[in-house]
């Protein structure tokens, strides 16, 4: 359980993709007070999202908003990666939730895969707060990222032993813009791989950055609980 005292589990940020898992995370909210969610459309999502969906991220956020604990807008973005996407409609997609967090004054968790220009050019165009989740672009980029005042999440492929690109990225971002993440169930760290990602394999992303930052893991994982807190607004 999430409220059991032995857990190493502090808190714990769910992000929603579709209507399905916003209400799952909407429902959970309500059982556990360590417990936050998001809601939103994942661009993968683009082919399914109904016609009303703008009415329906309303409806949702009046749900939310009677937890007491939404705290993003996401994950939403931009992916190419597959055949067959609609980059018009996942552009509208991302756009207008991008207004939509900013006119309710929350963060956004932002998924962008073989998308970076464009999904820079709307970053750049709102400047919503939020951050860009399971970065996998450049150190150059993350740099363009946090000075547009969001921060870089992390995940378990930190710790992969060929990713010279991620590591490089750790050691540019400045520890107050760091994140770290499961992107559950994926990216499980070495010596998991292979396995569900779960929270507390976060420790070994810790010890990597730590690594990489000359800082101690332990002191790496507060930083990182701070800044969540402050980009989520949890107390």
Not at 100 to 127: G, N, W
Not at 133 to 151: I, N, R
């Amino acid at each position: 359980m999430l409220t059991d005292p032995e857990s190493p589990i502090d808190k714990l940020v769910h992000a929603a993709t579709d209507v399905e898992s916003s209400e799952f995370g909407i429902e959970v909210a309500k059982k556990y007070p360590n417990f936050y969610t998001s809601i939103g459309f994942h661009p993968e999502e683009e082919e399914n999202v109904p016609d009303d969906w703008e009415a329906q991220l309303e409806e949702l956020y009046k749900k939310a908003c009677v937890t007491g604990r939404l705290v993003a807008v996401g994950e939403i973005g931009l992916d190419y990666h597959y055949e067959g996407f609609n980059k018009n409609r996942q552009i509208r997609l991302f756009e207008e939730q991008v207004r939509f967090a900013i006119r309710m004054s929350l963060p956004v968790i932002v998924h962008c895969r073989d998308a970076t220009q464009d999904c820079m050019e709307i970053l750049k165009k709102y400047q919503p707060r939020g951050v860009m989740h399971c970065f996998s672009g450049s150190a150059e980029t993350a740099l363009e990222v946090v000075g547009l005042g969001m921060y870089v999440g992390f995940t378990g492929s930190l710790a992969f032993k060929n990713n010279k690109k991620g590591r490089a990225v750790m050691a540019a971002v400045p520890t107050d813009r760091i994140l770290f993440e499961t992107d559950c169930p994926y990216m499980a760290p070495p010596p998991y791989r292979g396995k569900r990602c779960e929270s507390y394999m976060i420790e070994e992303v810790a010890r990597v950055a730590g690594e990489i930052k000359g800082i101690d893991p332990q002191k790496m994982i507060d930083i990182t609980n701070e800044n969540a807190c402050r980009l989520f607004g949890i107390k």
